[in-house]
């Protein structure tokens, strides 16, 4: 017999053997913990939409202007006066291009119902088909409906919320904006500061420990300060060229639609390099747009086709030639996670998300590229 059934306890006469229940790995619950927490997170970012975006648009901005800010502050000028400059220079420059935006835009609007019913006239023989289909339904309806005599039916309509929903979605983005000018400003004028705190705060962000136990950088690339801080230049850098490549895309349109005669080339031309921060999806809208203008304004089928073949071409050169060679390798990202990327994005915060989608994947990507755990999701993100 074993010892060690000599020195087990015996059960009693009668009594259940004890059953032991087996324990959970343990790294089943961290899945299930970090899987909560996720779930916790994205539900905590949807609700909080209406302060997050914001913010992190200004963060974005951020990493555009920071460079300019520190030019400024090579020149002895204190950084405070620096952030309010530049703050003061780019409100005013959009300002400038709303304002020359709005007579083009209010001609475009007065002509609209002229647009829309000559439109009207030139499609009217297409609907003919269609039309006398609905006659033909709507004769079988009457035909089979018994009407009840004697009976007055009351429609009570609640009144038109039109009004209140336009306040409402005005002050709102009065106030993302009020939001992004303020938090724009303190990021600019403090510098770095907000972040070396947020090192000195995270143990292992800080370049006194091992470097072994940093959780980004390492002997060969400095510590997580210089990290964050490259991962800033990289963010804005192609902040840049993508403000660049899109103000060039604009002017092109604009002078290739006034040379083949589509009336406000500016309003135009400006939409289409607006539209163009939306990778993929932006000419997808811009494109039957300008489309559907030409077909109002032009007499000819021929002529009505032009502009849109012109967008097409120029925005298919810029996004499969230009706009990869510009980059570079470094800031290339595949097609799919960038279209999967915006579409999460424009589902958790709408067309805001979608807007800041790319720039926030790009701050991803040289992150994750930069963890050793993490540096898997970089090699899906990369083409």
């Known amino acids: 017999m074993p010892m060690n059934d000599l020195f087990s306890p015996t059960p009693a006469p009668g009594a259940l053997p004890e059953v032991v229940s087996p324990r959970p790995a343990k790294g089943h619950n961290s899945t299930s913990i970090r899987g909560i927490f996720l779930l916790m997170l994205l539900a905590v970012m949807y609700i909080g939409k209406a302060l997050l975006v914001p913010v992190v648009a200004a963060i974005l901005l951020s990493f555009l202007l920071a460079p300019a800010v520190r030019w400024l502050s090579f020149l002895r000028i204190p950084r405070a006066l620096c952030a309010m400059l530049i703050l003061i220079l780019t ?44 006659a033909a339904a709507h004769q079988m309806e009457a035909m089979t409906t018994n009407h009840e005599s004697g009976k007055q039916v009351v429609t009570l309509s609640a009144p038109s919320t039109f009004a209140s929903h336009v306040m409402t979605t005005g002050g709102e983005l009065l106030a993302g904006l009020a939001i992004v000018v303020i938090t724009l400003f303190f990021l600019l004028a403090s510098g770095n500061s907000i972040l070396g705190r947020l090192v000195r705060m995270v143990p292992s962000l800080r370049a006194d420990i091992d470097p072994s136990k940093l959780l980004m950088g390492s002997p060969h690339d400095g510590d997580s300060m210089m990290v964050i801080q490259d991962t800033e230049r990289r963010v804005g850098l192609f902040l840049a060229i993508t403000t660049l490549i899109n103000a060039s895309l604009a002017a092109v349109l604009t002078l290739a639609f006034w040379m083949v005669g589509l009336p406000n080339p500016l309003l135009w031309g400006v939409l289409a390099g607006a539209l163009n921060f939306l990778p993929y999806i932006g000419p997808l809208i811009g494109i039957p747009l300008v489309a559907i203008v030409s077909l109002a304004s032009f007499p000819s089928l021929g002529m009505a086709l032009a502009p849109p073949l012109i967008y097409a071409s120029i925005a298919f050169i810029e996004g499969n030639f230009i706009t990869p060679y510009v980059m570079g390798k470094r800031l290339a990202m595949s097609p799919i996670a960038i279209f999967v990327w915006m579409a999460f994005w424009g589902w958790m915060w709408g067309a805001a998300g979608a807007l800041i989608a790319v720039p926030m994947l790009v701050m991803v990507k040289e992150f994750c590229s930069r963890i050793d755990s993490l540096k898997s999701i970089a090699t899906v993100i990369e083409p």
């Open 91 to 134: 409100i005013g420059t959009l300002a400038g291009g709303i304002y020359l935006l709005a007579a083009p835009a209010q001609v475009w609007m007065q002509r609209l119902p002229d647009d829309l019913r000559h439109l009207e006239e030139r499609f009217r023989s297409l609907r003919k088909p269609v039309d006398q289909v609905n």
